[in-house]
């Protein structure tokens, strides 16, 4: 059984920063992907970010240049460090990871961008 928890969601407004946190209870060698997801009101969940053990990484065109995905090996913990944040990333943000085949999902965090 994995458990990954998050952190770090809030409000803040246009153009600030926030930094999610996600802490799983396995090593982040032991998951074939750790990311990040998004969910807002009325829309599918999209993929935001994710990053394989070799540390490559992948970002929706949506957030490339103002979102940079990030781990600490040591504190088996994945980081979604969000800059220049827009209205419309407002979304709850769920961490995901995988291992054997099996997905695993936060409760997820709410961010709010707003004035």
């Known amino acids: 059984q994995v458990q990954v928890v998050e952190s770090g969601g809030g409000l803040v407004q246009p153009g600030g920063s926030l930094r999610l946190s996600c802490a799983a209870s396995?090593?982040?060698?032991?998951?074939?992907?750790m990311a990040w997801y998004r969910q807002a009101p009325g829309k599918q969940r999209e993929l935001v970010a994710n990053?394989?053990?070799?540390?490559?990484?992948n970002y929706a065109d949506s957030v490339k240049a103002r979102f940079t995905i990030s781990r600490d090996n040591a504190k088996n913990t994945v980081f979604l460090q969000m800059d220049s944040l827009k209205p419309e990333d407002t979304a709850v943000y769920y961490c995901?990871?995988?291992?054997?085949?099996?997905?695993?999902w936060g409760q997820g965090t709410q961010v709010t961008v707003s004035s």
């Open positions: 995901h990871v995988r291992r054997l085949a099996i997905d695993y």
């Open positions: 396995r090593s982040v060698f032991a998951f074939t992907v």
């Open positions: 990053m394989r053990p070799d540390g490559s990484t």
